[in-house]
T-cell receptor
């Protein structure tokens, strides 16, 4: 079974609008961390936001927020007020505490911001 | 400047010719890892290391070797490269393996083509 599932291969959003990128995860561990990374066309991987499984509040970092629904095992990334520079691939990832520190990445969502 | 440095950035080689991709970090990080990125598959972990002389297999270790003789370096070795190892490779490091908030910082990537 996939540990991380991103069901949206591609998304489009109008500039200045908000967009939600979906991520569901599969774990039986109680302690885990969820991450979002951005990969622009230049190829580097940029850390965006982190959510711990015991964090009660949804994580926020500037225009990025993470909609964490533990019971549904979802960790969707919300980007508010989209900018042209947000056009990139976005990857959701997870680390489980009890599986020897492996990281699992989803297949990514390609976001295009339309002027 | 804190960074993860991979070399080379681009490499074209032929089947069976041994190669090494170097990775070095200057942040005194305990945890280091190698990933390969292929279209439609996201990032998949090849090997990771929780500290010096401690390495473990990720999801796709076949055909690769690693070593961690020093804390800062984590080279990836392809003893006999094959065309199915043509991919984009990333090295990453993070401060501590034992913590849930294990934010990984990535190198710029190495694009490998095996002919």
């Amino acid at each position: 079974a996939q540990k991380i599932t991103q069901t949206q291969p591609g998304m489009f959003v109008q500039e200045k609008e908000a967009v939600t990128l979906d991520c569901t995860y599969d774990t039986s561990d109680q302690s885990y961390g969820l991450f979002w990374y951005k990969q622009p066309s230049s190829g580097e991987m940029i850390f965006l936001i982190y959510q711990g499984s015991y964090d009660e509040q949804n994580a926020t970092e500037g225009r990025y927020s993470l909609n964490f629904q533990k019971a549904r095992k979802s960790a969707n990334l919300v980007i508010s007020a989209s900018q042209l520079g947000d056009s990139a691939m976005y990857f959701c990832a997870m680390r489980e505490r009890n599986t020897g520190n492996q990281f699992y990445f989803g297949t990514g969502t390609s976001l295009t911001v339309i002027p | 400047e804190a960074q993860v440095t991979q070399n080379p950035r681009y490499l074209i080689t032929v089947t069976g010719k041994k190669l090494t991709v170097t990775c070095s970090q200057n942040m005194n990080h305990e945890y280091m890892s190698w990933y390969r990125q292929d279209p439609g598959l996201g990032l998949r972990q090849i090997y990771y290391s929780m500290n010096v002389e401690v390495t473990d297999k990720g999801d796709v270790p076949e055909g690769y070797k690693v070593s961690r003789k020093e804390k800062r370096n984590f080279p990836l070795i392809l003893e006999s490269p094959s065309p199915n190892q043509t991919s984009l490779y990333f090295c990453a490091s993070s401060l501590s393996a034992g913590r849930s908030k294990n934010i990984q910082y990535f190198g710029a990537g190495t694009r490998l083509s095996v002919l």
